[in-house]
């Protein structure tokens, strides 16, 4: 019997929908954790939940700890499908648990805790399911590029204020080289021990010895204020050319000839934005990789064209110019909006062909299958 946790994520109706299909008895538990590395509260439910049934498997989309430990302690198997780069966790040292089976949608981060000893680690492209958005009708939000998502407005201008000037320059260079990087992340390589001691002695001086940040939090941070000025440059260049619709519950008074929708809802409104809007722009955030991200199947799934920047697992699977878009730079991206603006036609067909790639190749009944014949091996 499998226990399938689910909480405020994506791609779970598309998970039910497989192991119906595949006939395979689960349960559902559904709650929402405060925090996914403490909390015992739900620790509690959880684990009286699990030793009250005759449970093999726990599923979940993204990696908790706290499940990880109580599946630990009663034997059974964790499966885990994660769409989040970077983990969104504090106790990196729960992935070695035992009982684990982490399946990562971007090959260079399954790659890197495979090699940091997660014998857990695994890597599987994520999935989409045309039927979950099917029954969404089309509404009036035409325009000609809408971009649904986060403008990642990070902190990184609040931490600026307790650096000195030497150390803020330091940390444009990094912003600047990962600008210029397609399809790569650089900014954990970029940013030593030496440059994190240098950037935390000012914090220290600043707040009398109270704040400094670590590694992964100054790296998630960059990441966070490099993929938002790339959005805002994008978006702030195309409404200048044309009718760019936001849907984000960021705002930005910058940005003052484009349309802001307010959030879409992901099983609501989501899947009309993406079928009404000409072309959908996805600027992936830049600590993912290699991975294809959700944002990009989910479009494809519910028949939309889109336009994205490459991502080399993307290529494994799809053909620019035939069932996606791919824009290598700021300058082919504009031009590749122009272009295929004026291409109805091409781009109807570029939609279609993804469309079909997506329901022949990334279903979640295969990816249902697949995870748990890896967790059944052992």
């Known amino acids: 019997m499998i226990l399938f946790y689910q909480w405020n994520a994506f791609m779970q109706r598309g998970m039910e929908n497989a192991l119906k299909r595949l006939n395979i008895e689960y349960e559902v538990y559904y709650d929402c954790a405060r925090d996914w590395d403490s909390d015992n509260e739900f620790a509690d439910k959880f684990r009286k939940r699990i030793t009250a049934g005759i449970y093999d498997v726990v599923i979940s989309v993204n990696f908790m700890p706290v499940i990880s430990d109580?599946?630990?302690?009663?034997?059974?198997?964790?499966?885990?499908?994660?769409?989040?780069?970077?983990?969104?966790?504090?106790?990196?040292?729960?992935?070695?648990?035992k009982c684990n089976y982490i399946f990562f949608f971007d090959r260079a981060q399954a790659d890197y805790y495979l090699a940091d000893g997660v014998t857990g680690a695994r890597h599987l492209a994520l999935a989409a399911d045309p039927d979950v958005f099917a029954g969404v009708n089309t509404g009036t939000y035409d325009c000609d590029v809408a971009f649904l998502g986060q403008l990642y407005k990070s902190e990184y201008q609040d931490l600026c204020r307790g650096l000195s000037l030497y150390s803020r320059g330091y940390l444009e260079g990094i912003i600047a080289a990962q600008s210029q990087i397609n399809g790569g992340y650089i900014i954990d390589e970029m940013l030593t021990a030496d440059t994190l001691g240098l950037v935390n002695a000012d914090f220290l001086k600043a707040s009398k010895g109270r704040f400094s940040v670590t590694g992964r939090e100054l790296s998630y941070t960059l990441a966070k204020e490099t993929t938002g000025r790339q959005r805002y440059t994008a978006l702030a260049l195309l409404s200048d050319r044309c009718?760019?619709?936001?849907?984000?519950?960021?705002?930005?008074?910058?940005?003052?000839?484009?349309?802001?929708?307010?959030?879409?809802?992901?099983?609501?409104?989501?899947?009309?934005?993406?079928?009404?809007?000409?072309?959908?722009?996805?600027?992936?955030?830049?600590?993912?990789?290699?991975?294809?991200?959700?944002?990009?199947?989910?479009?494809?799934?519910?028949?939309?064209?889109?336009?994205?920047?490459?991502?080399?697992?993307?290529?494994?699977?799809?053909?620019?110019?035939?069932?996606?878009?791919?824009?290598?730079?700021?300058?082919?991206?504009?031009?590749?909006?122009?272009?295929?603006?004026?291409?109805?036609?091409?781009?109807?067909?570029?939609?279609?062909?993804g469309y079909l790639k997506v329901c022949e190749m990334f279903r979640f009944d295969d990816r249902i299958k697949y995870m748990l014949e890896i967790a059944d091996e052992k």
Not at 314 to 343: N, S
């Open 70 to 97: 109580i599946c630990n302690d009663c034997s059974v198997k964790y499966v885990s499908w994660v769409y989040d780069s970077p983990l969104h966790i504090r106790r990196l040292d729960t992935l070695k648990n």
């Open 243 to 353: 009718r760019v619709n936001v849907y984000s519950n960021d705002m930005d008074g910058r940005l003052e000839k484009a349309s802001f929708c307010g959030y879409a809802d992901y099983y609501d409104k989501m899947p009309a934005v993406f079928r009404s809007s000409k072309i959908n722009l996805n600027i992936s955030l830049c600590t993912i990789q290699t991975g294809i991200p959700l944002r990009v199947l989910d479009i494809m799934a519910c028949g939309g064209f889109v336009l994205t920047n490459m991502q080399p697992e993307l290529m494994e699977y799809f053909i620019p110019g035939e069932d996606v878009a791919v824009y290598e730079d700021m300058k082919d991206m504009i031009a590749k909006v122009q272009f295929y603006l004026e291409h109805e036609e091409l781009r109807k067909r570029i939609a279609h062909n």
